[in-house]
């Protein structure tokens, strides 16, 4: 019998997979796309996409090349409870926009969802849909969901006036010093702020 | 003597500086504009630029529907010093965009400026380049341009948040809470952070 196509587990099955996820996030963000549809489009088992790439946000992560996987990172953001936790998630969202590979998407996508408020904003879902909603049982602060939503709006910001704006002095901090000065003030949402 | 066209000082005299002022600040931004330039286009003597609208920044405020004075709204920033800052800064901030007045415009500009990062963004310059400044000399922490522009990163997150992607909880909050929230935040960059 002559086989037709590729054989699972041949070396462009990843990257077909790949592909599918990358034009289905793209097309309708984060949330409604299924391990099924990505596999359907892709042309594979859906078995095969869980056997490459595990959960759908370690999917996510290489699709887009973000430079570490989310379930390590939830993790160490995690590890230790709320002290120190706004320090963690400022370096993990730097990391992000250092990395030119995931840093240039996410531009993109910015300018994107600024012009058309209805544009699928695949990161965005990921990071408030599926990531930060971890976070929430490891606080004790009143209202902790609008806490990590005004953490992360003013990480978005500073996002803003340094990698699109290119505002200075801000624009050439390194991104160490950056994290030192964000990282403290996001901890002051996650945990009540000290009294002045 | 038949006078041709309009007297200086006729009701329309004022109209026409504002919308010449409009014109140029959306064309080159806010620093590259001068009163003298604008009177031109205006077909009037600067003089009476000045005598309508006191100084540049007056005009601006008056061009761009800004729902305050510049001049009385950064004394009140001011005033008091650092104590306390963090929430007026706050209080000023989220007054020009709750006005549907002058968050319309802005909110064109900052799209303008994320597409294209060449684009003038008047706005943006007079607060960073007119505004801010002002409140250097009142504030005793180490690298106070630094600490303003983040304190300001936090404000444009949130705004963006909020009133562009209208990101639940935080789009349906009171703008008082929001202050409440954000002002003290924003104040950690002001004063030094209260050891935790």
């Known amino acids: 019998v002559v086989r037709r196509g590729r054989r699972p587990g041949e070396p462009d099955t990843r ?37 490459y790439f595990g959960t759908k946000e370690e999917l996510f992560a290489n699709a887009v090349d973000l430079p570490f996987s989310p379930a390590e990172a939830v993790g160490r953001v995690l590890a230790g409870g709320a ?21 240039e998407p996410l531009i993109a996508q910015l300018r994107q ?12 879902e990921f990071v408030s849909g599926a990531l930060l909603p971890r976070a929430v049982p490891h606080l004790s602060v009143p209202n902790p969901s609008l806490r990590l939503e ?9 996002a803003i006036l340094r990698y699109v704006a290119r505002l200075e002095p801000m624009a050439s901090l390194p991104a160490e010093r950056l994290v030192a000065e964000v ?13 002045s």
Chains 1, 2 share one sequence.
Not at 15 to 43: K, M, P, Q
Not at 84 to 99: K, S, Y
Not at 150 to 158: E, Q, R, S, T, W
Not at 184 to 193: A, F, G, K, M
């Open 113 to 124: 969802a600024m012009v058309d408020p209805e544009a699928p904003f695949p990161f965005a």
């Open 183 to 195: 990282g403290p003030r996001i901890q002051t949402y996650l945990e009540d702020l000290p009294p």
């Open 15 to 51: 990257g077909s997979i790949l592909a599918a996820a990358r034009a289905l996030f793209a097309e309708a963000g984060y949330a409604r796309v299924t391990i099924r549809r990505i596999a359907s489009v892709a042309g594979v088992d859906p078995a095969l996409v869980h056997h």
């Open 83 to 103: 002290a120190g936790m706004g320090e963690r998630l400022a370096q993990l969202f730097f990391t992000v926009w250092e990395a030119p590979e995931s840093r």
């Open 150 to 158: 005004l953490a992360a709006a003013h990480l978005v910001g500073v």
